[in-house]
């Protein structure tokens, strides 16, 4: 054996002896292994699934006529309405009789948004009104910009845009009552610092953070005159990634800034959001991670001297599919539906928990939209895991025995009192992963004052997922990527944006769509277990991104 050889095999030997490292191929089993205190809590999980958004309040009768999913009921866990630019920006948007007569300036007609609060509140939601889109007929020479087709401009008269907004709010408290409306919340705009969204009309960064940050103070001053002076404000950033302007300016404004409308200082703010999206499957944004965007906004509102601010995210996940459709390779739900995006959701959820955040807005969770059609796996993630919500966190802690390259393997524990929640998920950023890990949890059974505890597993894996028979479908009735608008790896199939071949559609809904809401079914496993020296072992073997979940009570 030549000295090189000899040196590199006692290299290797050297490395396969060091704790956690696995070379593929080897005998050793991809073992996680967590220890699970019980009796050492920490703070309230609050509801991260609580929020949806709503791209076009005008292009839809979703909430003028509200129905329920009762199979599967998204309002289990949502619990407030994003109507996204409700109040202006083009015709479609802006609430007046005669959006178009530019003679007359207060043809308000707020009867579209109040008929979908209406909606809402059937439901059993609240809504979360984006305001700021101005409308068109307010802003001499708006443009409408090229990714969202609303004006880009400031009013030219601040104060008419300010009546607008006292008549808004005027009718929403006399339709529904100021105490009922304090429950909402009320953002102004959607990415405020986006040059896609609002910029001054020159352009200039600094002239443009000076106009949004008027907007704001003229809409909240008109909220508070109407509404009451403790309405729920708040504004939506990018904020994972830089904007014309530095979201730092805005932040310091309603800290200790001179109010544009009061001459006051300040301004009243109760939460800021962001955006996060993921470029695709396998490839990361190239901006913050999750808890960085979430932490940065932190630490702008610390440093402002901003208190009791809740922070989160109003719209985002994953932008783009791999394949792409007849017209664009967008994700209508920005999720795609293969079991990926069951660990991603899982594991976003446990990053914003795990840097405070409160909410992560969703466009979709069912294979047809808001209501119709049946569960996806974001949804058997959702759904379980807003049962968390209200419990206290216990202290989850990993030993990890084997190790698979690149996986992230994490756990997330509550407990209200009474039950026990455990949520484990296997991912890694790759739609190909095929590994799978073998999960332990040492959890500390005495809080049940009980020698045997009742069990119940939901595992979100390929086995309640319609996806993966739906690509095998699609290849054998030659269902293409030309049949498609978006990109086909969508779960929203039953929109025609994504699938809009006609013969397709037929063949979908009239022979295929009842096997998939079969094939979709989350079934729950329960057992009862032995507690023994006051600890219970549970187990799982969790394919790749999957993610499973225990409820433990004590047996009765």
């Not at 960064?205 to 940050?213: F, I, V």
Request: aromatic share 12%; with cysteine; hydrophobic share 35%.
């Amino acid at each position: 054996m030549s000295a090189i050889v000899y040196f590199f095999s006692y290299l290797l030997s050297l490395i396969l002896a060091l704790p956690g490292i696995v070379i593929s191929g080897g005998e050793s089993k991809n073992d996680y292994s967590f220890t699970v205190e019980t009796s050492q809590l920490g703070d309230v999980v609050p509801n991260t699934l609580s929020n949806i958004n709503v791209w076009d309040m005008q292009g839809t009768n979703l909430f003028t006529n509200p129905r329920l999913n009762e199979k599967y009921n998204i309002m289990e866990f949502v619990e407030y309405i994003q109507l996204m630019q409700c109040t202006g920006g083009n015709a479609q948007r802006d609430l007046f009789v005669d959006p178009t007569n530019y003679d007359v300036l207060d043809d308000y007609d707020f009867s579209p948004l109040i008929e979908n609060c209406k909606g809402i509140l059937t439901l059993g939601a609240k809504p979360h009104l984006k305001l700021g889109s101005v409308p068109m007929k307010y802003s001499q020479n708006a443009i409408k910009g090229a990714n969202f087709d609303t004006n880009l401009y400031p009013p030219d008269d601040y104060d008419v845009y300010y009546d607008y907004m006292v008549a808004m709010a005027k009718a929403l408290v006399d339709e529904f009552g100021a105490e009922e409306v304090l429950t909402w919340r009320f953002g102004v705009m959607t990415e405020f610092e986006n040059s896609d969204w609002f910029m001054a009309p020159d352009g200039d960064p600094q002239k443009t953070a000076e106009a949004y940050c008027k907007l704001y103070d003229y809409t909240i001053a008109a909220l508070q005159q109407e509404i009451g002076e403790d309405v729920f404000v708040g504004a939506h950033a990018m904020a994972v990634t830089e904007g014309l302007w530095d979201e730092k300016i805005f932040i310091e404004h309603c800290a200790s800034g001179t109010n544009y409308k009061t001459g006051e200082k300040g301004t009243r703010i109760c939460f800021l959001s962001a955006s996060f999206y993921d470029n695709r499957p396998g490839e990361y944004t190239k901006g913050y991670t999750l808890p960085e965007t979430i932490a940065h906004l932190q630490q702008l509102a610390k440093d402002a001297g901003l208190e009791d601010l809740i922070f989160g995210v109003d719209e985002g996940r994953v932008l783009w599919g791999l394949d792409s459709g007849a017209d664009d390779n967008q994700l209508l739900t920005r999720m795609v539906g293969d079991t990926y995006q069951a660990a991603y959701d899982a594991r976003l959820n446990k990053q914003l928990i795990d840097q405070g955040g409160d909410y992560f807005s969703s466009w979709g969770y069912l294979s047809g939209g808001l209501y119709d059609g049946y569960p996806t796996v974001s949804y058997h993630v959702a759904s379980r895991l807003a049962t968390f919500a209200g419990s206290k966190r216990v202290v989850t802690e990993s030993a990890k025995k084997g190790v698979i390259y690149g996986a992230e393997v994490e756990a997330l524990s509550a407990y209200d009192g009474e039950t026990l929640r455990i949520m484990a998920y296997n991912f890694k950023n790759d739609i190909d992963y095929n590994k799978t890990a073998d999960l332990s949890f040492d959890v500390d059974a005495s809080v049940f004052n009980s020698d045997k505890v009742n069990v119940t597993v939901y595992t979100v894996d390929d086995s309640c997922n319609y996806f993966d028979e739906w690509r095998q479908d699609r290849e054998k009735y030659g269902i293409g990527d030309d049949c498609f608008g978006w990109s086909p790896d969508d779960p929203q199939i039953e929109n025609s944006v994504t699938l809009k071949d006609p013969t397709a559609r037929e063949l979908y809904f009239n022979e295929l769509a009842e096997k998939y809401e079969q094939c979709a079914q989350l079934k729950p496993v329960t057992y009862t277990a032995d507690v023994v020296d006051g600890r219970v072992v549970l187990e799982s073997s969790l394919a790749a991104n999957g993610v499973v979940f225990f409820e433990v009570t004590a047996a009765k």
